[in-house]
């Protein structure tokens, strides 16, 4: 069993900065993948920076502003989100691809945390 614990979220205004982290724990052998994802009230939620074997991708509405990265000795993934604007806004979560000490892959949410960004 993994459990995903994001923290980081919050209120800020247009143009400040939040990082926010997501700390597994359990039965975890690696972590192959990561992603973020983040959900507006009445869109669908989207995936926005993602890191696999070192390459990272962003969505173009947070390139040059977010910065996915992990720890691997904590187990943790971040993404830094600078120049905020209030269209970021959302709820984030965070998507984690655990190879399990019994070689299983399994895919893990985060519980999602609030970031509003305030005009």
């Known amino acids: 069993q993994v459990q995903l614990v994001e923290s980081g979220g919050g209120l800020v205004q247009a143009g400040g900065s939040l990082r926010l982290s997501c700390a597994a724990s359990?039965?975890?052998?690696?972590?192959?993948?990561m992603g973020w994802y983040r959900q507006a009230p009445g869109k669908q939620r989207e995936l926005i920076a993602t890191?696999?074997?070192?390459?990272?991708r962003y969505i173009d509405s947070v390139k040059g502003r977010f910065t996915i990265s992990r720890d691997n000795a904590k187990n943790t993934v971040y993404v830094q989100m600078n120049s905020l604007k209030p269209e970021d806004t959302a709820v984030y979560y965070c998507?984690?691809?655990?190879?399990?000490?019994?070689?299983?892959?399994?895919?893990?949410w985060g519980q999602g945390i609030q970031v509003t960004v305030s005009s």
């Open positions: 890191l696999t074997d070192g390459t990272t």
């Open positions: 998507n984690v691809r655990i190879v399990h000490i019994s070689r299983a892959t399994v895919d893990y």
């Open positions: 359990g039965s975890i052998f690696s972590i192959s993948a």
